[in-house]
């Protein structure tokens, strides 16, 4: 990773993580994925931009497998992701094959423009739904 890059993937994760997150995850409509921590095994919440599509829920994560969220799905890949305030199970896949460039033109428009802005190793993620 080029200097460019490690610096503003500091920067930015470290505003998600103090300030970010932290306002998001309590705002009741907003998308939340809550994983299980590799290390602790306690839940982790991280607000996320994705769209549901009949039984898959579809997000695109700005770091790949440099994000803690993802390592978390890597060691266990059953999630929980709440849409609109109501929580559903399912499990989740990373999509390499997947232009993840394209899948933002899909998705939520403020979220995909931060994520295309900011990130950079995209990586899809589709979740299969099970309610």
């Given amino acids: 990773m080029s200097r460019y890059r490690e610096i503003k993937f500091r920067t930015v994760t470290s505003f998600q993580r103090r300030i970010g997150n932290p306002l998001l ?6 998308t939340l994925l809550e994983t299980t921590g590799r290390k602790s095994g306690l839940p982790r919440r991280t607000p996320i931009g994705g769209r549901r599509i009949g039984k898959e829920f579809w997000f695109v994560s700005e770091y790949g497998d440099k994000s803690h969220y993802v390592r978390n799905i890597q060691a266990h890949p059953q999630v929980r992701v709440r849409i609109r ?47």
């Avoid at 995850?25 to 907003?30: A, F, H, I, S, V």
């Avoid at 990130?119 to 993620?125: A, E, R, S």
């Fill in 25 to 30: 995850t309590r705002l009741p409509q907003q």
């Fill in 85 to 131: 305030g109501r929580w559903y199970v399912g499990t989740a896949h990373p999509v390499p094959q997947d232009d993840a460039r394209a899948r933002l033109k899909t998705l939520p428009r403020l979220n995909s423009a931060a994520v295309r802005a900011l990130g950079t190793n995209l990586l899809t993620f589709r979740v299969d739904l099970l309610d």
